[in-house]
């Protein structure tokens, strides 16, 4: 009896509480655990709304930020857009209400996923000052804008209006919101400035003027007129589906046969397909959804994993693109001056738990940036940088297991985050990042995730590598060469005046001293045009005959400036010239232009060679197995011919060639980017 009474007692306590109210009590989980995480926190919310709405409307974005300091603690953070606007019905429920948006249930790429980032900020804000955050939205061919001073009811989890107003504003149209909020303002890696410079990186589409709380404004310019490409919404890809996920599909389906189910709800699904996926899980094609059973559900998702089907359609993610991210680092890193921007890596899209995702890197090394630190990893999802958890995320984990020694970094026991003066930027795009948690500051550990990212970072590593090699390779023969030519004429001249004989021509012996082929680039920058001329000097005791390949931006060639005529032009951008004999001591050259390109979009070609000794070149790097899309892995003498100055470890080799050999069988995009 005495049991049965506490059972009654605790039954009365229990009540439910609404979405608000648990995030209010538990606003570490959304990135407000900290006064300097809550203000970086609320303007990156704001901030993603703003780029979001922007580029959805074709607009290309023009953002203001300020924070203003109103006491020790407390500050106002303002934060201002040109896109669309708002309209008036909507504007309470966007920002004061969680859990409320357009996004959560689209299957495309976006930055604002679950619809808590805005309204969480105004949340909080509330919670630390009491005070209403002031929201103004003006929409395109309206005379006036719509002003509301606004609170959110946790309870009800529903916004709370103060006070609204239609107000004047000289905008064409645009939303403005101002939070008085407690935070604590600082400068350095985890900043709002370092937040914005990261955000100005992915996103060179964008104009963004930040003003600080001590009055200095800093000007992130636009470096791009292009906008990303927009992202229609799919449907999931049967890939990795969960076996709860299709049995909730199949019972809220409108389908009336399993077949049309398949093909209607899932993306890449054609009719053949949805046949074969039935038959061989022997599961019956009349069945209606509705009665599949769990045994059936499972046996579908077997024979989806051994079956192939496409994969998924690419227009529901929006890459930065190689091109991009190159003038992205370029605009903001610039002051840095590095001396090599490695030509960025962009993944071919894949799957996971039917999402789609896709992987971009690009390496940024020397200048001025530090030689004895460990490297900076610039973290990003969705264009979204992300300053915290470095250490639980999985672009960290893939940036660990490479072997960086390989590649030319320091890097103590062959794992761990290597040191040097370099930048990595890894960029995952997909239609549902994996986040840690609701903050949205680290990507979840995911084997095929860390996989992918992986294969790109070791697609850049190469690329570093050559480059490296390349620059010792050259400094030592342009020392050996300086070198002979100085100390040799004067040993001609003085051994010619004691024999009393007539000074020898030494060309031929330097070239037996050299014996190189050395080739240098030149590229100038006048009358909107990039003239790039390519020298080729035969330092060798015989004439040579040999084809000159390299990689440019196909759309930019001016075709009719190539001279001479290349053998071959591919729209992939890779060109090939057949060298005809340059003799001993000569000079050969290519010049071709570019044109419709910024300044310092381009500066330096990818080189190979072929019909040629590449041990004999310096400048350019051998091609790297067919020139078309099949390339061929190397072979262990190869690996050894290529870095004879290093002890070689089997093991290591060995494992190269499996990474080589595994990309190569795939759909041959690592060998078009590699060579």
């Not at 203003?68 to 407390?74: F, P, R, V, Y």
């Not at 001479?564 to 050259?589: A, H, N, S, Y």
């Amino acid at each position: 009896m005495a049991s049965t009474s506490i059972a009654q007692k605790l039954a009365k306590k229990q009540k439910e509480i609404s979405v608000s109210e648990f995030f209010e009590r538990n606003k570490h989980i959304l990135g407000f655990d900290s006064l300097t995480r809550a203000m970086i926190t609320s303007v990156k919310e704001a901030m993603d709304n703003s780029l979001d709405v922007c580029e959805e409307a074709e607009i290309l974005p023009e953002i203001f930020v300020q924070i203003k300091k109103i006491s020790t603690d407390e500050f106002r953070l303002t934060i201002e857009d040109n896109g669309p606007g708002i309209v008036k019905k909507q504007v309470p429920h966007i920002f004061g209400r969680l859990l409320y948006g357009s996004r959560f249930h689209s299957l495309r790429q976006t930055r604002g996923q679950q619809g808590l980032g805005i309204s969480a900020a105004v949340m909080y804000a509330q919670l630390t000052t009491g005070r209403p955050s002031i929201i103004r939205s003006k929409v395109k061919n309206k005379d006036v804008a719509y002003q509301v001073e606004l609170m959110l009811d946790t309870k009800r989890n529903r916004p709370k209006v103060v006070r609204d107003d239609f107000v004047v504003w000289e905008k064409e149209s645009g939303t403005r919101i101002e939070m008085q909020l407690r935070g604590r303002y600082v400068m350095g890696k985890q900043s709002v400035l370092e937040y914005l410079k990261g955000t100005a990186i992915v996103n060179p589409h964008a104009r963004i003027v930040y003003k600080d709380p001590f009055g200095t404004q800093y000007l992130f310019e636009r470096a791009s007129e292009i906008l990303p490409p927009k992202t229609e919404e799919i449907k999931p890809h049967p890939q990795g589906i969960e076996l709860g996920t299709l049995l909730k599909m199949a019972k809220a389906t409108g389908s009336y046969k399993m077949t049309a189910f398949l093909q209607k709800e899932f993306s890449r699904i054609s009719s053949r397909v949805a046949i074969e996926i039935l038959t061989k899980a022997d599961v019956p094609l009349e069945r209606h959804p509705k009665r599949l059973t769990l045994d059936e559900a499972k046996r579908i998702l077997e024979v989806v994993k051994k079956i192939k089907i496409m994969a998924p359609p690419t227009d529901c993610l929006s890459p930065i693109g190689e091109r991009l991210i190159k003038k992205g680092l370029k605009n903001v890193l610039g002051g840095l001056k590095p001396e090599f921007y490695c030509p960025p890596v962009t993944r071919e899209p894949n799957v996971y738990t039917g999402n789609p995702f896709q992987v971009e890197v690009g390496i940024v090394y020397g200048g001025q940036l530090p030689q004895d630190k460990p490297i900076e990893i610039l973290r990003y999802a969705n264009r979204i940088p992300l300053l915290y958890q470095q250490g639980a995320c999985a672009m960290t984990a893939a940036v660990e297991k490479v072997d960086w020694r390989r590649y030319g970094l320091e890097q103590r026991g062959g794992h761990g985050i290597p040191f040097g003066p370099a930048i990595i930027l890894i960029h995952f795009a997909s239609s549902k990042v994996p986040y840690t948690s609701e903050s949205k500051e680290a990507v979840a550990k995911i084997p095929k995730i860390e996989i992918e990212i992986e294969k790109a970072l070791r697609v850049c590593g190469r690329k570093l590598g050559s480059h490296m090699k390349r620059k010792v390779k050259k400094a030592k023969t342009r020392e050996k060469f300086d070198i002979v030519q100085k100390i040799l004429p004067e040993i001609a001249q003085k051994s010619s005046k004691i024999v009393d004989r007539k000074v020898p021509d030494l060309r031929k012996t330097i070239t037996k001293i050299m014996n190189v082929v050395w080739i240098d680039e030149e590229v100038v920058f006048e009358k909107r045009r990039h003239k790039v001329t390519l020298k080729v000097y035969n330092y060798t005791p015989k004439g040579q005959k040999f084809n000159l390949h390299g990689i440019v931006p196909y759309e930019n060639l001016d075709l009719d400036s190539c001279d001479p005529k290349p053998k071959e032009i591919k729209e992939d951008g890779k060109i090939t010239w057949e060298l005809k004999r340059i003799p001993t001591t000569e000079i050969g050259t290519a010049t071709f232009e570019l044109f419709g390109m910024d300044e310092d979009e381009y500066d330096e070609t990818e080189l190979y060679v072929s019909g040629i000794n590449p041990t004999s070149v310096v400048g350019a790097e051998p091609l790297p197995g067919d020139w078309d899309l099949k390339m061929r892995p190397p072979t262990i003498e190869e690996i050894i011919e290529e870095e004879p100055e290093e002890e070689l470890d089997y093991d290591e080799v060995e494992e190269e060639l499996d990474d080589e050999s595994h990309e190569a069988d795939g759909t041959g995009r690592e060998a078009s980017e590699a060579g």
